[in-house]
């Protein structure tokens, strides 16, 4: 580490510090210091604030564990899709913290409905840098039976999302029946039908995305509901949300959380 | 084409993804096979996707043809702004179908207004390489008439938005009247008097890229009732929209389809 | 300059085409020329739109001098997140009217709560490249106190936001506790409460970043509210605002200036 940033925390905020770099280093190894280190020339509480309010304060959080914040933070950078460099980063850690190749580019499929194809492509081709960069290799898994795809769609639909996941489809028959028809055969016949990632991941992912995408309210309160729906709680939730604060800002958070707060009253729960 | 991807859709999916591959074959020659292929080794089934849920489900569509297709393809991608490589497949694939150069660069300058200079002038890199590499030449026409820009942006804009366009301006008069005279002057006595797109194309673009873009409601609701006022259909406009999922994802769209639910409602049209 | 777009411009707009060429050399050297030269060979006009509109309509009015409106131009850039090339060059241009290089960065640091830490990560390596070019070096100021970083921030939140502040801290007391600690600790404790850069700069940055954005309707009005605490006036506060649009475009622009209307109409203020 460079010497002016140890410095610059030690005594007023040596724990936090000394903290988020242990973290850093169990996520990354010596790459997350490195980062650090890197801006040690133009911008050193930067860095500092990284290790201290992103790795210290928010990763070490009860709530969730390494691999679901790895996922959580993947799919927040994947619907972002301005930020390749920290993408490879959170792959790899990802990898390092035990997520296997598998699961993150089922993860990475998973967006496909939330964000369109071309941001999903290009996070694939960041995730098969990471993977030759940390020599994995992946037997990726294929999906060979195409058969009933709407009728299981419709299947996943209300296992997932519940009756709101019908009333949207219904309120596109007047309008835009075909786009409904694909909700249900792609996004759920093809795309959450995939067995890789079990439901609560794929939730956290999708909430993720959704937070950072912004202007999803009616999006963020139907998979709110479905992360519910799938086993999460409210408090993993939340933790979800103020997760993505370090990547997508406060804003965003805030406006999710609103949403949260709509659901939870919805269905009478609180977080504790 | 890799024979797992062949396999994996053999059968049950096999006219989907045939029918796909060959409208992708139409738009790109062997491009967009070979973008397939190169997931073949991580991500097998997203190829898949590509083929079956974007080419053989949309593309195939009646409502919009291929020309059109790709103008609102391309009026997304350059609104979502980090997406170059596609952006470079769908110009390179609107050139394929049958847009003019001239075109292309006339609905990226149309965009300007919608999503300011700095994606559109990097939209505009990547058009210039797509044309290098399609071999094709450009004679761009240049607009030689700044006389009356105020007036002729105002006749214009009742053109195209109705009395809607005046209530904006109008709109602004106490607190940011200049906004209003450039939205007149700019928005619309330089870029919308460009007579090098026809109107029609000019608003399927203008749609896709506000749809892409998110956080356009009463934008939507203009510019969309700006469609159906140079001729366009609710058909046409839901159809654009449907489109836009596989670029921007479908809560992007969702939310556009209720905005157009509104001006069709407003104006008793409805879509079939 | 290239001959066509000369001539495209002489007589009808010669005035506005030289008086924008004299502000961009003013922020640029022969840099800003040679972009808008670029752009002869297939989109002329569109560099005549970045001279006529962006240069002589909107750097040259008044409300804002240069400084200012690169910082507001850094921060809607920042925000935005894919426009590197377009960064640069403004960061470039604010070394050039007299902003230094800790003001930037410093304006940098300040968005990392508005827009989380990759895209401030990136616009970081930007800034690194265009001081590396513009032969400036800088001694990065550090802040050596980590205490009371709760009770500093909770002063600043109410000294910059007023009682909205507090309001949405203790909005999130039953839902999301420490994501309002968070807040208070991160975003005003450490980062609000860094001295280099003067709070008026950090509004105007904070507008501008928030508005191109998007879906941050609340926390514009928050912020809006912030921006007169501090001491900038609404015509101030509309012309960031209307400077936004060349960068992130008219709809961003007019959902701020709906935000501006409430805010202004809550403390009976109007923009004269």
Redesign the interface.
């Known amino acids: 580490m460079n010497e002016?940033i140890r410095?610059?925390?030690a005594g007023?905020?040596g724990t936090r510090f000394e903290r988020g770099l242990a973290i850093l280093g169990e996520i990354s190894g010596t790459r997350g210091a490195a980062?650090v280190d890197s801006?040690a020339?133009?911008?050193?509480?930067?860095g500092r604030?990284?290790v201290e309010?992103?790795y210290a304060?928010l990763y070490d959080?009860a709530g969730l564990d390494l691999p679901e914040r790895e996922l959580v933070t993947v799919g927040a950078?994947a619907a972002?899709?301005?930020?390749a460099?920290?993408l490879n980063f959170h792959i790899d850690a990802a990898l390092q913290v035990g997520v296997t190749?598998v699961e993150v580019?089922e993860a990475?499929?998973h967006l496909?409905?939330?964000?369109?194809?071309?941001?999903?492509?290009?996070a694939?081709g960041v995730?098969?840098a990471a993977?030759a960069d940390h020599g994995v290799t992946?037997e990726?898994?294929?999906?060979?039976?195409?058969?009933d795809r709407y009728q299981r769609g419709a299947d996943k639909l209300v296992e997932i999302d519940g009756q709101h996941g019908p009333d949207?489809i219904a309120s596109?028959q007047?309008?835009?029946p075909?786009?409904g028809r694909?909700?249900v055969e792609?996004?759920f016949g093809?795309?959450y039908h995939?067995p890789w990632l079990p439901p609560r991941r794929k939730q956290l992912v999708t909430v993720a995305a959704?937070t950072a995408?912004?202007?999803?309210a009616?999006?963020l309160r139907v998979h709110i509901g479905a992360a519910l729906n799938v086993g999460l709680t409210p408090a993993q939730i939340?933790e979800t949300?103020?997760h993505?604060?370090?990547?997508?800002?406060?804003?965003?958070?805030?406006?999710a959380?609103r949403a949260?707060?709509d659901v939870?009253e919805e269905r009478n729960m609180?977080?504790d």
């Open positions: 002016s410095n610059s925390s007023q905020s980062v801006l020339d133009i911008a050193p509480d930067l604030f990284v309010w992103a304060d959080r950078l972002l899709g301005d930020t460099a920290q190749p580019v990475l499929i496909v409905p939330f964000t369109g194809f071309p941001r999903v492509l290009n694939i995730a098969r993977f992946i990726p898994p294929v999906m060979d039976d195409d058969r949207v596109l007047d309008i835009a075909d786009l694909y909700i792609f996004a093809d795309v995939r959704l995408l912004g202007d999803t009616p999006q939340v949300l103020t993505v604060a370090a990547y997508a800002g406060f804003p965003r958070v805030l406006n959380v949260a707060r939870f609180s977080v």
